[in-house]
């Protein structure tokens, strides 16, 4: 299924998606996400919930505001533009990170939060790609890592994620963004978080390890984990059917 079969909006300084009707899931994407990697998730959910999808300003914004506080600011505005109220927040890799900070700076919008392969607590950086970025087969062998199924690597998405790496502009905001999300660890903040947390961590992400799902699990204290079998860092895209099950069933504890 194409992502262009979602509309992207452009609303003031908002460029983002929405389908269905109903109450609100806000899903934020990681430093290489794009929609595509959202289709199942989005067709499955709209059905029920009003599904948004802010494009984070990752190459946008000038490179003192392209940090994970720059990030969250700009979920803050875009959530209040919308007029959200208790939203149940969705967060991948680096979105898992803003979706922390953000439930952190406004708990009384979120009523649950999802975390896959999040970033917050530790990660194997994507920045040691960079003194290599002209090496095609580098970035492929990076983007094959992020699956179980190498093949979910495909031209296209190795394409892009080179093109990215090889954009200057594009290269140093992302190695800002980067070291913004390392210094802002989160492990003292975790045990103060009280609301639901939904874990769906994939068994081989080679990124956020397994131990760090559990790490959050222990440091969250209403949270549950969930583990995918022959599944990498992005849960979601890998095995859909499968994550699509674990959400449904936490979102419908949560009503």
């Not at 210094?183 to 103060?192: E, F, V």
Request: one cysteine or more; proline letters at 4%.
């Amino acid at each position: 299924m194409d992502s262009m079969q979602f509309e992207i909006k452009q609303e003031q300084q908002f460029k983002y998606s929405e389908e269905g009707t109903g109450v609100a899931v806000v899903l934020l994407h990681g430093l290489f996400g794009t929609l595509s990697n959202f289709n199942q998730l989005i067709k499955h959910f709209s059905a029920k919930y009003r599904v948004a999808i802010p494009l984070l300003p990752l190459y946008e914004l000038p490179v003192t505001k392209t940090t994970i506080d720059g990030m969250v600011d700009y979920v803050d505005e875009f959530i209040q533009y919308k007029n959200f109220d208790q939203v149940h927040l969705i967060g991948n890799s680096l979105g898992g990170h803003i979706a922390q900070l953000y439930a952190l700076r406004r708990p009384e919008k979120v009523k649950t939060m999802t975390l896959t392969g999040s970033s917050g607590l530790f990660e194997n950086s994507l920045g040691d790609t960079y003194p290599r970025k002209g090496n095609y087969d580098y970035v492929k062998q990076k983007a094959e890592s992020t699956f179980y199924d190498t093949r979910l690597a495909t031209k296209e998405l190795v394409d892009d994620v080179f093109e990215t790496v090889n954009n200057r502009s594009k290269a140093i905001r992302i190695i800002t963004i980067a070291k913004s999300a390392i210094r802002h660890n989160l492990r003292n903040l975790l045990p103060s978080m009280r609301l639901p947390v939904c874990l769906i961590w994939g068994k081989q992400d080679s990124i956020t390890p397994g131990f760090v799902g559990e790490e959050f699990h222990k440091l969250l204290p209403d949270s549950e984990l969930n583990v995918i079998e022959n599944c990498g860092h992005a849960a979601m895209m890998e095995k859909p059917d499968e994550f699509n099950k674990i959400l449904e069933r936490f979102l419908d504890k949560h009503l």
